[in-house]
Nanobody
Framework: QLQLVESGGGLVQPGGSLRLSCTTSQYTLDYYAIGWFRQAPGKEREGVSCISSTDGNTYYADSVKGRFTISRDNAKNTAYLQMNNLKPEDTAVYYC????WGPGQTWNSEADYDYWGQGTQVTVSS
């Protein structure tokens, strides 16, 4: 059972930046696509970004393109989500998830992800 742990969330002012991390100490993440999802209060969870397991391709929701950057460091068994120019509407609990040999046809299909972290709160407010 792969256990994912997110970190890096917090309170930031609009226009600020945060970097989220997703890591596991149990197994290698090399074979997994890593997706970042978020859920704001009263809203459904949505896909934010994904980095593939093999070719390094990246995918982004339209709402974060140009502001967020996903990356991975397989040597550290960690994936990152760099979030710049944060907006109040980015406030949510952010989850990372792992999809073996993913992503599938739709990178933000939650059903394709096998393992999920517990989430980290990101609050953007002045």
């Amino acid at each position: 059972q792969l256990q994912l742990v997110e970190s890096g969330g917090g309170l930031v002012q609009p226009g600020g930046s945060l970097r989220l991390s997703c890591t596991t100490s149990q197994y290698t993440l090399d074979y997994y696509a890593i997706g970042w999802f978020r859920q704001a209060p009263g809203k459904e969870r949505e896909g934010v970004s994904c980095i593939s397991s093999t070719d390094g391709n990246t995918y982004y929701a339209d709402s974060v393109k140009g502001r967020f950057t996903i990356s991975r460091d397989n040597a550290k068994n960690t994936a990152y989500l760099q979030m710049n120019n944060l907006k109040p509407e980015d406030t949510a609990v952010y989850y990372c998830a792992a999809d073996l040999w993913g992503p599938g046809q739709t990178w933000n299909s939650e059903a394709d992800y096998d393992y999920w972290g517990q989430g980290t709160q990101v609050t953007v407010s002045s």
